[in-house]
């Protein structure tokens, strides 16, 4: 075919359906390393769900981040651990654009660089984060609190339309089961145990199913047995999603982890197993000094 033909084929295609998604108007690939970004969709071909290099923040002169470096795989569950003040939070902030840091990268998949966009973008591009304190409506059931997550975005009159199809019926049930709390699913939220309002509010970033989870510090607070059901549940949403764990919990991160990052003044003291860690002389130092 000569390229005035196919140049010709391509306004045709385009004229009927549309510049194909990636694809210029004359079906060039777009030019946009760095900008590409349809909710859904990672680019995970080179084995990193995420990728931090070289971040630096710093607040009054104070360095919280200093020369951060850290990347994540697809499907990994990664346990960060570090003691108080060493810049866990602050790294969570950074990756999801609540804090825009000084320099360095920041990249979601190989072709999202995520300090280009907004918090409640990277919310949509398919990163969930839970805070410490669980932030359900208490005054709304199990089955409301998860409809509701469906419809963040979604302006006054189409959320008072809106209704779940059957995709999202079985989506719903689906977290109902994962977040143990198919029995309950009448309950009014703010009735929950602390533990169940915490997975309900893991159900709620599951409806959107996010490709990362950031959880922070999930298990303060919970007893023995809700402490081992939510390292069940981890461990199930392990593969199916990519989770990064911030924990002070050590048996917990015990039972869940593989590999365990010791965050420390704002960068990677040590990485590996939690035994290979826990055996490192500089992380015994910076845990016993403080
Ligand atoms: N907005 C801010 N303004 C000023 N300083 C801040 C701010 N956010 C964090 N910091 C400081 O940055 C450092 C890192 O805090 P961060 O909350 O990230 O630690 P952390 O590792 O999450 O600690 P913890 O285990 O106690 O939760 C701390 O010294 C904190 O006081
Ligand atoms: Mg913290």
Known sequence: MTPDLMEEGAQRIAKVHGPVPGQTESGGRAADFGRHATPGEVDVTHGRILYLEDVCVSFDGFNAINKLSLDIAPGELRCIIGPNGAGKTTMMDIITGKTRPDSGTVFFGSTIDLLRHKEADIAQLGIGRKFQKPTVFEQLTVFENLELALKTNKGVRQS????????????????????????????????????????LEIGMLLMQDPKLLLLDEPVAGMTDEETARTAEL????KGKHSLMVVEHDMSFIRTISEIVTVLCDGSVL????????????????VYLGR
């Open 270 to 285: 040590a990485q590996g197993t939690l035994d290979e860690v826990q055996g490192d002389e500089r992380v015994i130092e």
């Open 160 to 199: 008072m339309l809106f209704r779940l199809d059957s995709a999202q019926s079985d989506r719903l049930a689906e977290v109902l089961e994962t977040i143990h709390l198919a029995d309950s699913v009448s309950r009014m939220a703010g009735n929950l145990s602390h533990g169940q309002k915490q997975w």
């Open 234 to 237: 981890f461990l199930t949403l």
